[in-house]
């Protein structure tokens, strides 16, 4: 077939143009998302220029046009056929899917954490109801140690913010030791999960034990009102701790796998830093909520007001946890 060259290149140099217009653009601007037309039309231009390029093989007298298409080709290879992540911008949603789905990668061993928990919970609740005098034993603050019935008197019958001017001191407080108890949670995996089986149960046992001490005594919407804004979240994050502590048990001891210990840790590296970063975060907004939210009871904040906000806060996480990063 003989090629009409001046025709041929009039029809095909408007393609030409067009590819290198989308080829400059890229170039320019990095961040750039194609949509799904655009791509389709990179594609197209693509199979077309390399079509043009092996019917222009058979003119050796046109090196100079020929290199032109040869490159707008190669270009157009590159970018299509491209893997490497961007560099020059930070993909925040990326960053954010990362952490529910490293979550839902291992729920079997955040129920495991869960079931831990309760086990201690029901233990705190038995002893407690069982003895009231195991309060000087199990519970962790001297504001627990006193009955119900006259902490929650002092705290209703406040006169004045106890927390003025310490607020935001306070609240770095809380953050640092649950942001600790967390990470010492995931850390204690390393003993191929002997530590941080304990210290679910523990927090576990802390748990149904101040649980048993109030509602026994006929302080359950006080307690709820007192724990729901941070607890909401705060439980669940050290959950998240305990969580990743077992996936990192379960690493370690492999459970019969074929891959080495080293193999098997890197494979869930990611995952494990995922989950405690979330897990720092969601410590942080608790640690807020508690200081700003949690301290402060009726007749200041109503009870109603304060376990509603931590139901809705319970709901938003498990959204978010369900929900978010899936394809």
């Known amino acids: 077939m003989i090629l009409d060259l001046p025709r041929f290149v009039t029809t095909e140099r408007v393609y ?14 990095p961040n750039w998302r194609m949509s799904i037309p655009e791509i389709e039309r ?7 220029c390399s079509a ?25 290879y590159a970018e299509i056929h491209e893997t490497r992540a961007r560099a020059d911008k930070i993909r925040w949603g990326a960053l954010v899917a990362a952490f529910p789905r490293a979550f839902r990668r291992h729920l079997g061993a955040f129920r495991l954490a869960v079931g831990l928990t309760l086990a201690g919970c029901a233990f ?24 119900p019935a006259k902490r929650v008197a002092e705290e209703e019958g406040a006169k004045t913010d106890r927390l003025h001017g310490h607020k935001a001191s306070f ?16 850390a204690a995996g390393v003993t191929w999960g002997v530590g941080t089986i ?12 101040v649980a048993a001490d109030y509602v ?48 098997r840790l890197r494979a869930v590296a990611h995952d494990l830093l995922a989950i405690a ?9 608790a640690g807020i909520v508690e200081a700003f939210v949690s301290q402060y009871h009726q007749p200041v904040l109503p009870y109603s007001l304060k376990i509603a906000f931590g139901i809705l806060e319970m709901a938003a996480l498990s959204i978010f946890l369900s929900r978010v990063g899936r394809a």
């Open 42 to 48: 990179l594609h197209y231009l693509y199979d077309r």
């Open 171 to 186: 609240s770095a407080q809380l953050m640092t030791h649950n942001i600790q108890v967390t990470v010492m949670t995931l």
């Open 277 to 285: 970063l979330g897990a720092a975060v969601l410590l942080v907004w």
């Open 216 to 263: 026994g005594a006929g302080y359950g919407q006080f307690l709820a009102g007192w724990l729901l804004p941070h607890g909401a979240i705060e439980i669940p994050a050290i959950l998240l701790g305990g969580q990743a502590g077992l996936v990192l048990a379960g690493a370690l001891i492999g459970w019969g796998e074929r891959a080495t210990r080293a193999e």
């Open 16 to 29: 030409w143009n067009e590819l290198q217009a989308l080829l400059d653009r890229m170039r320019l601007e």
């Open 52 to 76: 043009d390029l092996v019917r222009l093989d058979t003119f050796a007298t046109e090196p100079q046009l020929r290199a032109y298409v040869e490159s707008l080709v190669s270009r157009a």
């Open 124 to 147: 705190g609740w038995f002893a407690i109801r069982a003895d009231p005098d195991a309060r000087a034993v199990l519970m962790p603050f001297e504001g627990l140690m006193q009955s």
């Open 198 to 209: 304990i210290l679910l149960f523990y927090n576990g046992v802390i748990l149904g034990a």
